[in-house]
T-cell receptor, first 117, second 114 residues
Framework: EAGVAQSPRYKIIEKRQSVAFWCNPI?????LYWYQQILGQGPKLLIQ????????DSQLPKDRFSAERLKGVDSTLKIQPAKLEDSAVYLC???????????????FGSGTRLTVV | AQTVTQSQPEMSVQEAETVTLSCTYD???????LFWYKQPPSRQMILVIR??????QNATENRFSVNFQKAAKSFSLKISDSQLGDTAMYFC???????????FGQGTTLQVKP
């Protein structure tokens, strides 16, 4: 099966600009996650979708970050305006359901490395 | 708050030897799952091994095994017969049951030396 696809792989922007990341999960996976991984740290959950609904966005900085999964398939994460501290790798992951995470974990994409200068 | 702590930022091991990576976690949950993920330079996180909290038997996957001490909230990873391809960053992760959420530790960079 195809993996989780993410694009772009790298992005460099100036502070206060906007940026968007795209993720296409594994076909049939109902649950989609966006994680932020700052250099030298573990990934931190930003938002979790179940189909096209938000399950958990408690750690998403909503004043500048937004995400959508309109048709319950692919998803877009946006930052507007970007700050220097947003420099990180943004990882997308998917699973069949929240329950299957326990048995199989997630399938992760390769991430987008964002540098804000 | 649920937290995961990996106290070893970096470790190294000679090829073919055994290494143990440490992980402790803090939770008031009784039903949860624990994972070890590997992240090579390609950045893609790869599941290494998982453990259900309700199982006392330690999980094993080929050269990888865990030492799960529920009372101590400890979940260490042992890699036997280390190979050069094991060089990567390793993350311990905790998942409360039925949430789908993964809470990661800070990671341990493992270098396997020839």
């Amino acid at each position: 099966e195809a993996g989780v696809a993410q694009s772009p792989r790298y992005k460099i922007i100036e502070k206060r600009q906007s940026v968007a990341f795209w993720c296409n999960p594994i076909s049939g996976h109902a649950t989609l996650y966006w994680y932020q991984q700052i250099l030298g740290q573990g990934p931190k959950l930003l938002i979790q979708f179940q189909n096209n609904g938000v399950v958990d966005d408690s750690q998403l900085p909503k004043d500048r970050f937004s995400a959508e999964r309109l048709k319950g398939v692919d998803s877009t994460l946006k930052i507007q305006p970007a700050k220097l501290e947003d420099s990180a790798v943004y990882l997308c992951a998917s699973s069949l359901s929240r329950a299957t995470t326990a048995n199989y974990g997630y399938t992760f994409g390769s991430g987008t490395r964002l540098t804000v200068v | 708050a649920q937290t995961v702590t990996q106290s070893q930022p970096e470790m190294s091991v000679q090829e073919a030897e055994t290494v143990t990576l440490s992980c402790t976690y803090d939770t008031s949950e009784n039903n949860y799952y624990l994972f070890w993920y590997k992240q090579p330079p390609s950045r893609q996180m790869i599941l290494v091994i998982r453990q259900e909290a309700y199982k006392q038997q330690n999980a094993t996957e080929n050269r990888f095994s865990v030492n799960f001490q529920k009372a101590a909230k400890s979940f260490s990873l042992k890699i036997s017969d280390s190979q050069l391809g094991d060089t990567a960053m390793y993350f311990c992760a905790f998942s409360p049951a039925n949430t789908g959420k993964l809470i990661f530790g800070q990671g341990t960079t493992l270098q396997v030396k020839p």
